[in-house]
């Protein structure tokens, strides 16, 4: 009688540290992509993108998204802008473009044992410039640049699987993206007005 106490209290034990240690896993994110969004067509003979992003500091783990932060805006840039000829130009600079791990507290010893803490918080930040400029040509000239920055934050369990971190990075990109898409479009057509095709 004793052993089948033992036996069921190790199972009971088993069970419960298997549901401590696992999570549910996360749902697919959305792809990164612009093709539900009409492009802004520009007076411009080109787009320029240029990539000044240089990290510093802290821990930098932009790398290991499956899309970094700088290859989207790249894409964004392509998909979005679109140039349609003349003396006009416009360029896009990626002023920042990083994921920085920050560690977290989690408990130690017994009672850590049996919990699955978030261990990491993942703090994204990316900063975009469109300047575009027209050359006076006796009709008179443009210049106009409009900026934004958006910054998204999430954790993750100290248990998250390399498919799911990937994940994880992948979808804080997404959401950075699906704000500065927004944000950008608003001030293309705002500050480089003279430059939109209507």
Known sequence: ?????????AGTATLLLAACQSTPP????????????????????IVDVVDSYRPMGAKHVEGRSPVPPAEAVRRWAAERLQAAGGPGRVRVTIRDAGIVEVPLPTKKGISGYFTNDQAQ???GRIEVEVAGEVPDTGSGGFRGVTRSTV???????ENI?????????????????????????????????PMVRR
């Open 121 to 123: 918080r993942y703090d």
């Open 1 to 9: 009688m004793l052993s089948r106490r033992l036996l069921l209290a």
């Open 26 to 45: 996360r749902p697919a994110p959305r792809p990164i992509d612009f093709s539900n969004f009409g492009p802004i067509v520009l007076n411009a003979g």
């Open 151 to 157: 910054t998204q934050s999430t954790t993750v369990a």
């Open 161 to 193: 699987s390399l498919a799911d971190r990937e994940a994880t990075f992948l979808d804080l990109t997404r959401r950075m993206m699906d704000d500065l898409n927004a944000r950008l479009d608003a001030g293309i057509r705002k500050d480089l007005a």
